[in-house]
């Protein structure tokens, strides 16, 4: 079965780090594109961030300089590092795949929720 | 990169059919075959339900349908049923420095 589980979420301080894993099983994180979005509370979702098969990563504006993606192939699984956190990124972060490089987002984690609070 | 447009809430009675509308412009929704939309039940996690503007995949009713004229994409559910009352999410390429934006949400009703 081809599942996604995220996990690293939790309470954070302002200007504060975080690493969220989106562990992958029922295919190979590597041969395929995949993407971080985001949804903060009663919002909508916002993409943030895709790493491509062939390794090249791109960010929403939102995030780019603070928030680095990368993937582990030996443990079949996708990383969002999350630093200089803000109120704003407040969010639930869900990881997806991308089969077709399309922009199919299939399948969806359960979510991770990050809250940024002192 | 700016959020796709879409109206903030729909509705409709069951057996009917609505559309909800998703519009961008010439440098996303405009210019790439490549809308999709997704399904979202309160606390649930996204669901795929249509890509590459009019493709569904496996699994998905064929209620739902897709399409895209000019710089606007449009999201068809016929034969309204209950379980369909959820918020919808278009989503598109926009080029390669940002590469995807989302909508931001229909709330769609079943009455």
């Known amino acids: 079965e081809v599942q996604l589980v995220e996990s690293g979420g939790g309470l954070v301080q302002p200007g504060g780090s975080l690493r969220l894993s989106c562990a992958a099983s029922?295919?190979?994180?590597?041969?395929?594109?995949m993407s971080w979005v985001r949804q903060a509370p009663g919002k909508g979702l916002e993409w943030v961030s895709v790493?491509?098969?062939?390794?090249?990563?791109y960010y929403a504006d939102s995030v780019k300089g603070r928030f680095t993606i990368s993937r582990d192939n030996s443990k079949n699984t996708l990383y969002l590092q999350m630093n200089s956190l803000r109120a704003e990124d407040t969010a639930v972060y869900y990881c997806?795949?991308?089969?077709?490089?399309?922009?199919?987002?299939?399948?969806w984690g359960q979510g991770t929720l990050v809250t940024v609070s002192s | 990169q700016s959020a796709l447009t879409q109206p903030a809430s729909v509705s409709g009675s069951p057996g009917q059919s609505i559309t909800i509308s998703c519009t961008g412009t010439?440098?996303?929704?405009?210019?790439?075959?490549?809308v999709s939309w997704y399904q979202q039940h309160p606390g649930k996690a996204p669901k795929l339900m249509i890509y590459?503007?009019?493709k569904r995949p496996s699994g998905v009713s064929n209620r739902f349908s897709g399409s895209k004229s000019g710089n606007t994409a449009s999201l068809t559910i016929s034969g309204l049923q209950a379980e369909d009352e959820a918020d919808y999410y278009c989503?598109?390429?926009?080029?390669?420095?940002?590469?995807?934006?989302f909508g931001g949400g229909t709330k769609l009703t079943v009455l």
């Open positions: 989503c598109s390429y926009a080029g390669s420095s940002t590469p995807w934006v």
């Open positions: 790493i491509y098969s062939g390794g090249s990563t």
């Open positions: 010439s440098s996303d929704v405009g210019s790439y075959n490549l």
């Open positions: 590459e503007v009019s």
């Open positions: 029922g295919f190979t994180v590597s041969s395929n594109y």
């Open positions: 997806a795949r991308d089969e077709s490089g399309g922009g199919g987002f299939d399948p």
